[in-house]
């Protein structure tokens, strides 16, 4: 078995500076009111690469930024960070060109004004780098398909969509293994819905590594302190798909609609009866969006002194104050033409030599013809 050779460095590194996720969102974020405390601390993590991806399906909502998206503007500042925008994932769920073409933009959009730093941080677009294509095949001849037809994701999406269960949608995990591996990344902030999928990115370079010999690396999670945010039903994960979110970028009265429609503890049936914030996922998203008063919003509804309608309009306050300044850049960067084009080519072309390198050794460990380097 051959050792694992140093991967090859992407880009400019990030500063020295290792911060908590809170204090470095709110370095990044100079136009942006407080920023919730979400977001493990990394400081203690080695600094290494990081990789990960969003898809392209609409606006980013609150679980992605308190699951993920915290993590990816903090680590940006402590890691090698490279960030990703998934549109070839997202074929496997949208057939309409122009909405992925507009998500993808709307997306770049987005991570850019919530503070991410291109001059910190790779934002690239999956599809300009066909690499990862490849190299899904190459490690698709190691995966069982018994691996991937038990993903809990594939058996949520053959009940969501039972009319469209696409090869790609089988094929997503190993494209996920691959977008992680090419790069060589040691951790991927996600949300904790993406465990199964990284567990099974960690598999599937364990198989690949046994049979050629060590390259990949094992890459881990890193989960937020809000690894499963539920969304407006008090029950399901925050998803686009369940119509259940809280938009980052909406405008402040769609915001406050969002919030006032939340389900609280269900307990709690009269203004009198004492709520219990434990369970209330009102309370619960005042954690982050009221780092420094949550305890005390808690104790009024623990005691009845405070009814869930006052909660919620502080919540939806708190919301609106807090991504006010991402919204303004949002709107300032959308007015540049061609500045977000700009930042995922640039993006893409700066990760194309350690992209090719990796196809380069697959290839000489797999006995398939030479890649110019
Ligand atoms: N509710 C959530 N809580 C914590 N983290 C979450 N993430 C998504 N929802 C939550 C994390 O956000 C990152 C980007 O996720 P994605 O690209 O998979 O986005 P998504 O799954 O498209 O988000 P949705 O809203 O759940 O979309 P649909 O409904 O289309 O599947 C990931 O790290 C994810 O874990």
Not at 126 to 145: A, K, M, N, Y
Request: hydrophobic share 40%; net charge negative.
């Amino acid at each position: 078995m051959t050792t694992t050779p140093e991967p090859p460095t992407a880009g400019p590194a990030a500063p020295d500076a290792v911060t908590s996720a809170r204090a470095a969102s709110g370095a990044v974020q100079p136009t942006t009111a407080p920023v919730p405390s979400a977001g493990t601390p990394v400081r203690d993590l080695p600094r290494s690469r990081v990789f990960s991806g969003i898809q392209p399906s609409g606006l980013p909502h609150v679980g992605n930024y308190l699951g993920a998206l915290a993590n990816y503007i903090a680590m940006q500042e402590s890691h090698d960070a490279i960030y990703c925008i998934v549109d070839y994932h997202a074929l496997t769920s949208t057939h309409d060109g122009e909405l992925i073409r507009r998500n993808t933009h709307e997306m770049a959009l987005g991570l850019l004004a919530l503070g991410l730093d291109p001059e910190r941080a790779i934002l690239f677009r999956q599809s300009d780098r066909p690499e990862h294509t490849e190299l899904t095949w190459l490690l698709s001849s190691v995966v069982p398909v018994t691996w991937i037809e038990r993903t809990p994701s594939f058996k949520e999406k053959r009940r969501y969509q039972p009319e469209d269960i696409n090869h790609a949608l089988l094929t997503y995990p190993v494209l996920q293994a691959a977008d992680i591996a090419i790069y060589h990344a040691r951790y991927v902030p996600v949300g904790k819905d993406q465990a199964a999928h990284l567990e099974l990115a960690r598999e599937i370079v364990r198989a690949w590594n046994a049979r050629y010999g060590d390259y990949f690396i094992e890459a881990e999670a890193v989960f937020s302190d809000a690894p499963v945010v539920r969304g407006t039903d008090g029950v399901n994960k925050m998803s686009k798909s369940l119509g259940n979110v809280i938009d980052i970028f909406a405008e402040p009265d769609v915001i406050r609609r969002q919030v006032m429609s939340m389900v609280t503890d269900t307990q709690r049936i009269l203004r009198t009866d004492p709520g219990r914030p434990e369970v209330c996922n009102v309370c619960q998203l005042h954690r982050f969006f009221s780092p420094l008063e949550y305890e005390a919003i808690w104790d009024g509804e623990r005691t009845a002194r405070t009814g869930c309608v006052d909660t919620k309009r502080l919540l939806a306050d708190r919301i609106i104050e807090t991504f006010a300044g991402a919204r303004e850049r949002r709107r300032e960067l959308a007015e540049r033409p061609g500045y977000v084009e700009e930042v995922l080519r640039a993006g893409a072309a700066r990760l194309e030599p350690m992209a090719r390198e990796t196809i380069a050794v697959c290839h000489e460990r797999m006995g398939l013809g030479p890649v110019e380097r």
